[in-house]
DNA sequence: TTGTAGGCGTTATCAC
DNA sequence: GTGATAACGCCTACAA
């Protein structure tokens, strides 16, 4: 049988001293009003006796669950394990922790789980799900919940944000193509409703601009979601409207997966005949075949410095100080991206070492 | 400003009833007890003032934090963010939520993680990273802990668990290779002191007898992880001590990227001269060059079942049935397993119809 | 059917 | 420096 978790009431006894005081002695913060022999007693029992503060008790008592609500678009996504990761690690080093919460880019859905986890009273928010102009957004700002923006930035809001600079990347991406010699770059956008979209956007027009090349009508296709089936649809249209292009910079690294998948089909090989890059450099883009060559950031980097701003704004009585943070784009040039059609359609090497960059 | 959150004082108050019979107006359990009329208005007067019950006090009152703790080696392995969000869509149609742990494979990790999560009360645990003997089960029985394995067996403890029958799905993978004409098969075994790694390993020796096929000496290599690193390394001894092998059965899809890059490294061409089976049929896999073939189960449905059946047991009072519930496993032929050397290094087709399944 | 009262474990605010 | 007291919001015997 299992015995009583011991409660402080119990430390409380054991040391002879009264549970308020045993209460500030085994508090960091209020050690310090206690003397320094009975701290030691009352540590001491509490050793003794196992004791295990009640946080749920503590919570009822101080409104703060040392809980964090995290949103995600979709945890399949293999963007997510990694800066999760890096969230959680950091929040835990805090001790906080996260509750997870995946909405499938679905506003109904992301109110449902936005709303669960208010009522479970957490002490602020991790959103990299929001649209622009998501409802919760304005919300958040009328509770004054504590928010950080992970992977995305919300201009018109005072939140906090930690994200990669996507013009930056995006002109890279443009800047390695035309490098490689190519000129007819089409764009396959991300959803224009989310800021990663709108900024690689940017970046596209840009680069091309300062490049010197042309943007024709029907060369930058808008996909609606982050998905394979959405890389598979524009890569279809962009090629059916362009079938002269080259090159291929896509938002990002499922939509570029998805345009492998549509190139296949209309027997066209990457890179001989169409160069691709993606966005994000995703786990496992170097073993696709062949390796895709995309825009890289520090995924777990984003995680932990996502948790130590929001854990600033929760722990600064004041809210603290917003802060826009970003982190620089690496470009990884991999087997999707080759020179224009140097050798017309010469033969590929059958093997070429692997880009684990 | 924010205004306070309207407390069911509040709301006893608006209907004119006393707080403990709007309390059990508005829960379902006792809303029996109580006059339609009077229910009526208090759900009414909670409706308006947009009551939400506050679930810290309620979990200090029933002594349930409607919590689950999760714990998994590394949400960075893929196999893990499907069976989560099976795992967190059914519990969250419960009114659970998870609170996730990775461990790294790390026994005091996983001590940590299982103490805090304790010390936050949670109302039971799912265990995907449980090594046979971890200290934490035997804890769990002795705490009369709701524990649910995920993807793991316990032969020695009380515990329901859902898994792939992994003794068949390894069966079937030595089938198909033998099918395919190998006879001379490698064995890249999980870590012995997890059940898959045990299970399958049972499974790849049955599959080897019952085709009449012979082991030798050091044609069965173990992994210490199931790691990629951990997949060259085995890979590299299994080739060096068996240059003759003509396919390699895989306990884990981790392993098995890992043996294509020891593969590479060789000048071995997967699958004209090595066939690689994987094991878990994670999500990429069929993207890999070559894609990979494996032992396919659905990931999703087992995350729900390993809900279902901890919820179960949360929810019968005295601990309910234990309950051993095994998936079907499938087997997913891809490129990476071909017949055995049928036209002595026949060039390979250049591009081939990618399989999804 | 409804009200009363007490307590879950902790901490904040007083007094001493 | 320490003790007493109350309160966080809710639920549940028990009484009426």
Redesign the interface.
């Known amino acids: 049988m299992?015995e009583r978790q011991a409660t402080l009431r119990d430390v409380a006894t054991a040391a002879g001293v009264h549970p308020a005081t045993a209460s500030r002695a085994l508090n960091p913060g209020t050690k310090l009003l206690v003397s320094e022999e009975t701290a030691r007693r009352v540590s001491e029992a509490a050793e003794r006796l196992g004791y295990?503060?009640?946080?749920?008790?503590r919570?009822?008592r101080t409104r703060r669950?040392h809980t964090i609500g995290v949103l995600i678009p979709?945890?399949?996504n293999?963007l997510?394990?990694?800066m999760?990761?890096g969230l959680?690690?950091r929040l835990?080093e805090y001790g906080y922790?996260?509750?997870?919460g995946?909405t499938d880019t679905d506003l109904s859905k992301e109110r449902l789980v936005f709303d669960?986890m208010?009522?479970?009273?957490v002490d602020g928010f991790v959103l990299a799900t929001a649209t622009r102009n998501s409802p919760i957004l304005a919300e958040a700002v009328?509770?004054?919940l504590p928010v950080v923006l992970m992977n995305r930035t919300a201009e018109d809001y005072p939140f906090s944000s930690v994200s990669v600079d996507n013009e930056q990347g995006e002109r890279a991406a443009v800047a390695h193509l035309a490098a490689l010699g190519h000129t007819r770059i089409g764009h396959i956008a991300g959803p224009q409703d989310i800021s990663t979209g709108v900024a690689r956007l940017n970046g596209f027009n840009e680069g091309m601009r300062s490049h010197g090349l042309a943007i024709a009508e029907g060369q930058v296709v808008y996909a609606s979601n982050y998905s394979i089936e959405e890389g598979v649809r524009c890569a279809r249209e962009l090629l059916a409207a362009h079938g002269d292009l080259t090159a291929i910079a896509v938002a990002n690294d499922m939509l570029a997966?998805g345009c492998?998948?549509a190139l296949?089909e209309l027997?066209l090989?990457c890179p001989q005949d169409v160069s691709v890059i993606g966005f994000n450099d995703m786990?496992?883009m170097d073993?696709?075949?062949?390796p895709l060559s995309s825009i890289r950031f520090q995924h777990y980097q984003l995680g932990t410095e996502a948790a130590r701003l929001l854990i600033e704004r929760i722990e600064a009585g004041d809210g603290g100080p917003v802060k826009i943070l970003f982190l620089a784009p690496e470009l990884v040039a991999r087997g999707s991206t080759a020179p224009l059609a140097s050798a017309p359609s010469a033969p590929?090497p059958?093997?070429r070492?692997?880009d684990r960059g």
Chains 1, 2 share one sequence.
């Open positions: 299992v295990r503060p009640n946080p749920v008790a919570s009822l669950s979709d945890l399949n293999p997510f394990p990694p999760l990761r959680e690690d835990g922790v996260a509750l997870l995946n669960q208010r009522a479970r009273h009328e509770a004054e997966v492998y998948g296949d027997g090989d786990p496992f073993r696709l075949r062949p590929v059958l093997r070492g692997r």
